[in-house]
């Protein structure tokens, strides 16, 4: 029982008893308790309260991440065991990312909303001063359209890679991709970290991760937004083939993989339009001699003798 000595509980001078700040309040007392509310979420003090609060983000996910390990993928392709995936992340729009791959392995693109556009280069992983060139992957297989069982050809007359699924048939193997020029030409503007970076820019990035630079990025191949050959000989805008394709490749030697998922130089869009692009790869197999794509030609029989004698002589 309360007695007339004992104090009784009231409200904070601040405070009405709803627990809303008093008339006698103002602005800055309100801004200054919230800024500190603020702080106290990531005190960074000292070194274990700054340790304390890098180790507290550690549970957080984005929507464009690499997923470690990569068995936890949420977006495992259909069939695919996740224990054997040796790659699985989701590259943001205008975003990048690069990877070594072993031989034989499986690498999947995927476009789930339809505005996706995965510019690739494919180097040797073992001497880089091999990588792809765009002319002969059209030349060799007699064929200008990127498509199933299409190789993807080193200039040393090599498989780096054979596309083994496609459900898009919307790629180029004409335009390259957008130079810094085109984009602040276009968008205004072309920085990495920007809101419309340039392929090249990222391709160099993602390059000086592996000791490369400028004058190592060849011309570039993409997926998912089509270009076809007028017969005029204009280059002609083809666009997507809506959400939920994929690409599908396997790694006939060792590859490093550089991806830069930005808008085509030939989007006709006013806008800086590229949807998020999921990419992963597991471990498998090489096309071996009893494959039909092995001897499909007599070129690209010649271009796997090639590749095998170069990846037999390394034990691999």
């Known amino acids: ?5 004992e104090p009784t509980a009231t409200a904070p001078h601040d405070q009405d008893p709803t627990g809303q700040p008093s008339g006698d309040v103002t602005a800055q007392d309100v801004t200054g308790r919230l800024s ?50 040796v790659w699985a992340e989701t590259v943001a729009p205008g975003g990048y990312t690069h990877k070594v791959l072993a031989r034989g392995t499986r690498l999947r693109f995927d476009d789930p909303t339809g505005d996706a556009c995965a ?19 059209q030349k060799i297989p007699w064929q200008a359209y990127l498509g199933e069982s299409h190789p993807l050809l080193s200039g040393d007359g090599r498989v780096l890679a054979v596309i083994t699924g496609d459900s898009s048939g919307r790629h180029d193997a004409f335009c390259g991709t957008t130079t810094d020029a085109w984009n602040e030409r276009k968008y205004g503007d072309a920085r990495p970290h920007g809101p419309s970076p340039s392929g090249r820019g990222l391709f160099l990035k993602a390059a ?14 993409s997926f998912f937004q089509g270009v076809r050959v007028e017969a005029d000989g204009a280059l002609a805008w083809r666009g997507s083939a809506g959400p939920g394709t994929h690409v599908e490749l396997v790694a006939e030697m060792p590859l490093l993989v550089l991806v830069a998922n930005v808008a ?30 092995f001897t499909a030609t007599p070129e690209l029989h010649r271009a796997y003798l090639n590749t095998v004698d170069y990846c037999e002589a390394r034990g691999l």
């Open 208 to 221: 000086a991760k592996h000791g490369l630079s400028r004058r190592d990025l060849p011309p570039s191949l």
């Open 264 to 293: 085509h130089p030939l989007d006709p869009r006013p806008g800086y339009v590229v949807g998020p692009l999921r990419v992963h790869a597991w471990r498998s197999a090489a096309t071996g001699p009893d494959d039909p794509r």
């Open 119 to 137: 510019h690739l280069l494919l180097f040797n992983a073992l001497e880089p001063a091999e990588r792809i060139n765009v002319a002969d992957t």
């Open 1 to 5: 029982m309360t007695t007339a000595e």
């Open 36 to 85: 500190a509310g603020v702080r106290d979420l990531h005190q960074t003090d000292s070194v274990r309260s700054a340790q304390d609060d890098a180790r507290a983000q550690g549970g957080q996910a984005s929507e464009w991440m690499p997923y470690l390990p990569a068995s936890g993928s949420p977006h495992c392709p259909p069939g695919v065991d996740p224990a054997t995936l």
